[in-house]
Nanobody, 115 residues
């Protein structure tokens, strides 16, 4: 059974930081492209950042320079360090694992940026 379990969401003031973590089980982690997506109310789910097993990363333009994605293939975890948070970063953040036709999602964790 595949599980992606996110943690680390919460309420933070504008300009603050949060670190999201995702622990994967039931997959051969190093074979999977790992990503973080987010969905704000009334909007479509969008890709925030992704990381290949070799460490290559991609970011949405809106988070470049503020967010950093990382992975630990030995611990089967992927993290998203979010700095300089803005109100528009408020969303449910989802962990994603993809390899070919296999795609898995976590349950999501809420991030709210508000004063």
């Amino acid at each position: 059974q595949v599980q992606l379990v996110e943690s680390g969401g919460g309420l933070v003031q504008p300009g603050g930081s949060l670190r999201l973590s995702c622990a994967a089980s039931g997959i051969i982690f190093r074979f999977y492209l790992m990503g973080w997506y987010r969905q704000a109310p009334g909007k479509q789910r969008e890709l925030v950042a992704s990381i290949f097993s070799n460490g290559r990363t991609d970011y949405a333009d809106s988070v470049k320079g503020r967010f950093t994605i990382s992975r630990d293939n030995a611990k089967n975890t992927v993290a998203l360090q979010m700095n300089s948070l803005k109100a528009e970063d408020t969303a449910v953040y989802y962990c994603n694992a993809a390899a070919g036709r296999e795609v898995y999602w976590g349950q999501g964790t809420q991030v709210t940026v508000s004063s």
